[in-house]
């Protein structure tokens, strides 16, 4: 969301339309700004509520007026921070080649390249059963708060495919979490669930844990590759398999090594990108990196 105001916390232009900024918000980011001393085009960070706001400055006139432009990235879009940095400072200084009245009119057009992907994505997330599927989905979408899915709310086995629908990148993304107990019906030909779970699926999470790994690794590649040929045949030509060893917070010491061949394994020999995750509170992040790595991939498009 990007938004535009003088130093009055007068909104000049906004987008997305349908955006609501609240008079709080401006006033905070103004307030923060004006305490900040930020130098022209250093990017200034500020922390609202789950929220991050990217703020640039720009003197427009002799009369000490300065323009401000903030750019307000949800928790989902807050790990691709960097790029949103490098974007802002690659772009603005064409933006600012135009005069006021021009900007003013073609903020919009400016705005729209901060959310490139218009189209909306589904993503299905598949694999073994227990293997954390659907806390990956609550922890990264919902927001829920791992210990609580590690614990008294660990979810209850999925049953079939349950489709949600949430926002990213001001887009709608269709994520689709499947049944791990039902996972050959999905990757058997010409079952019906196999065209619900494939069909549109731009991108696709395997998801294993590392006791599925230790004990029967053989079944974690088989898998993969029924899903990678399912792909093909069924799902958009562009769409990508990811796949997410799950619960490294389970690793003991002497399994480290044998781990370490997943990623070699699957990634030499099959091309798919692997990545270690865990929604333990102190590994989180590992998580946190993987859908910022599918993040960075999808945009790229
Ligand atoms: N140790 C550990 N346990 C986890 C982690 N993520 C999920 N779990 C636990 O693993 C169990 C299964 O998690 P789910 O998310 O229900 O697994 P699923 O893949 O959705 O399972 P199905 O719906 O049956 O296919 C739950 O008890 C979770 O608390 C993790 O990173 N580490
Ligand atoms: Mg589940």
């Known amino acids: 969301m990007s938004e535009e105001f003088d130093i009055k916390s007068e ?3 906004s987008y997305p339309k349908s955006f609501k900024i609240s008079r709080g918000l401006i006033h905070k980011i103004t307030q923060f700004f004006m305490q900040s001393g930020a130098k022209l085009n250093e990017i200034l960070e500020y922390n609202y509520g789950d929220k991050l706001v990217l703020i640039l400055s720009q003197e ?3 009369h000490q007026s300065n323009e401000i432009i903030a750019l307000i990235l949800s928790p989902n879009e807050v790990p691709q921070k960097k790029e949103f940095i490098d974007f802002i400072l690659n772009n603005i200084e064409n933006f600012y080649q135009n005069n006021k009245q021009e900007r003013y009119a073609k903020f919009e057009v400016f705005a729209r390249q901060f959310f490139s992907e218009s189209e909306a994505k589904k993503l299905l997330f598949i694999g073994f059963p227990s293997a954390g599927k659907t806390s990956i989905k609550k922890s990264i979408f919902d927001k829920e708060d791992p210990k609580e899915l590690l614990g008294d709310s660990s979810p209850e086995p999925t049953r079939g495919l349950v489709h949600f629908i949430y926002s990213w990148f001001n887009a709608s993304i269709g994520i689709v979490d499947s049944s791990g107990q039902e996972f050959d019906s999905y990757v058997s030909d010409g079952n019906e669930e196999q065209l619900r779970a ?3 699926s731009d991108i696709i999470i395997y998801v294993f844990d590392v006791i599925n790994w230790k004990e029967q690794s053989e079944k974690v590649i088989d898998n993969l590759k029924k899903i990678i040929s399912t792909k093909e045949v069924i799902s958009p030509p562009n769409s990508k398999i990811y796949a997410f060893c799950h619960k490294i917070d389970l ?3 002497p399994d480290k090594d044998s781990i370490l061949k997943v990623k070699q394994i ?3 020999d099959l091309n798919i990108k692997a990545t270690f995750s865990s929604i333990q509170p102190e590994l989180i992040h590992t998580l946190f990196r993987s859908m910022e790595l599918i993040l960075k991939d ?3 498009k």
Do not use: A, P, V
């Open 251 to 253: 690793l003991s010491d």
């Open 198 to 200: 494939f069909e549109g």
């Open 266 to 268: 699957l990634e030499k």
């Open 298 to 300: 999808t945009r790229k």
């Open 60 to 62: 427009i006139d002799l």
């Open 11 to 13: 909104i000049k232009s």
